[in-house]
């Protein structure tokens, strides 16, 4: 699994602890370039989580597409492995460790 694949995959844990609802958009041939990694809603608002690894940094289209959604009232949210927490804090409001959260303690390894 690819570095960026694995923060993805903690993020779409977080989510489904979270009970949202998400998917990955399709972005080849009728779809739109540049959209989040992640798409979803939860409590109501849209969200848009773009996911990075390491020192990687979103594209100008994937900024774009990130202040379109902030603009319009949605969640948009730039995450890596350093900031994951930061998921529950903008979906939720609550502030949580990764160290308090099972899903954190081992995910992925094997």
């Not at 798409?39 to 289209?61: H, M, Q, S, W």
């Not at 460790?97 to 081992?106: A, E, I, R, S, T």
Request: glycine fraction near 14%; hydrophobic fraction near 30%; charge should be neutral.
């Amino acid at each position: 699994m690819t570095p960026e694949g694995k923060v993805k995959k903690k993020v779409t844990s977080i989510l489904k602890q979270l009970g949202a609802y998400y998917f990955y958009p399709v972005t080849g041939g009728y779809g739109k370039s540049g959209v989040p990694d992640i798409v979803g809603c939860y409590d109501g608002r849209f969200f848009g989580i773009e996911c990075k690894a390491g020192k990687n940094k979103p594209t100008a289209l994937q900024e774009k597409n990130l202040t379109d959604i902030a603009a319009a009232g949605g969640i948009a949210i730039i995450i890596n492995e350093n900031n994951i927490e930061e998921v529950t804090y903008h979906l939720t409001g609550e502030t949580v460790h990764p160290d308090q959260l099972d899903l954190f303690k081992g995910h992925g390894q094997k």
